[in-house]
């Protein structure tokens, strides 16, 4: 059985300030299966795309500067209840009211820098996995650790 897949990105600052290796360690951890992994600079129409429900908002243009301005790290997660859980291992939008202990939470100060993205629900998690990754980027494979991870 396939789980749930979502979308997760580590973001400029997150990049520059070396955190890449932590955040992904935190979702393996966790027991969310990596199953796409690369590095890009997102086009400016793409992150326009990406952040298309922002679009109109007074911080949409700043957004769309940050996320270009550096690369990021993109990923796909998998696992039960995926797209939730990474969500909240994440934090609030807002790091000054992530929970300590969450990512934003541990590691940021200002709503421009929240260090990561993840999809808000399995129907963004599909529109962002198809526009960040072709289907030949995705691997389907089995973890021996999963007996141990899943009931
Ligand atoms: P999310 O990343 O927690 O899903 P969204 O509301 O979807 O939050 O906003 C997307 C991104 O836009 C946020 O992660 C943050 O980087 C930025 N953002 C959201 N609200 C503001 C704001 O009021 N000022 C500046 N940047 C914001
Ligand atoms: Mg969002």
Do not use: C
Request: charged share 25%; glycine share 10%; proline share 4%.
């Amino acid at each position: 059985m396939r789980l749930e897949r979502t979308y997760v990105m580590v973001k400029p600052d997150g990049v520059q300030r070396g955190l890449v290796s932590n955040v992904i360690a935190r979702f393996e951890r966790r027991g969310l299966k990596v199953v796409g992994l690369k590095m890009l600079q997102i086009p400016r129409e793409l992150a326009q795309e990406h952040y298309g429900e922002h679009k109109g908002k007074p911080f949409f243009e700043a957004l769309v500067g940050y996320i270009i301005s550096s690369p990021v790290v993109a990923m796909v997660l998998e696992g039960k209840n995926a797209v939730a859980v990474a969500r909240d291992m994440m934090g609030a939008t807002d790091p000054q009211k992530a929970a300590p202990g969450t990512i934003r939470g541990e590691f940021g100060l200002d709503i421009g820098r929240n260090v990561v993205h993840g999809s808000d629900s399995t129907t963004s998690a599909e529109r962002e996995i198809n526009l960040f990754f072709g289907q030949d980027e995705l691997v389907e494979y089995r973890m021996e650790t999963e007996a141990w991870i899943y009931e």
